[in-house]
């Protein structure tokens, strides 16, 4: 089974770097994308950035784009969200999960959607203030 754990939030200045990441049990094998997720209180869940385990395609939230990175240990199936220059507007439970059953939760802005996903990891707090 897919059992997936989040790992490297917590409290950073504006500006500042994390790094989280995204491991589980089959997390190599049981997956077609992966993708960080993120809620506020009051608000949806907004997707922040996905890759295609099939062919490395990545895609950023625009709010996102120049800030994080994705990536993935192809042989451990570890995903990572490398975030710099974080931003108060960052600050979120971040989520990491995987769409098990095609690569359509990450192909464009309008599919990549929470409800594509299947497997959830329990969320990171990533606090960006001063």
């Known amino acids: 089974q897919v059992q997936i754990v989040e790992s490297g939030g917590g409290l950073v200045q504006p500006g500042g770097s994390l790094r989280l990441s995204c491991t589980g049990s089959?997390?190599?094998?049981?997956?077609?994308?992966v993708g960080w997720f993120r809620q506020v209180p009051g608000k949806e869940r907004e997707g922040v950035s996905c890759?295609?385990?099939?062919?490395?395609?990545?895609f950023y939230t625009d709010s996102v784009k120049g800030r994080f990175t994705i990536s993935r240990d192809k042989i451990k199936g570890t995903s990572y969200l490398q975030m710099n220059s974080l931003k108060p507007e960052d600050t979120a439970v971040y989520y990491c999960?995987?769409?098990?059953?095609?690569?359509?939760?990450?192909?464009?802005?309008?599919?990549?959607?929470?409800?594509?996903?299947?497997?959830w990891g329990q969320g990171t707090q990533v606090t960006v203030s001063s």
């Open positions: 890759t295609r385990t099939t062919d490395d395609f990545t």
């Open positions: 999960a995987t769409d098990s059953t095609s690569t359509v939760g990450c192909q464009d802005s309008y599919y990549f959607r929470a409800r594509e996903y299947e497997n």
């Open positions: 089959g997390l190599s094998r049981h997956h077609y994308a």
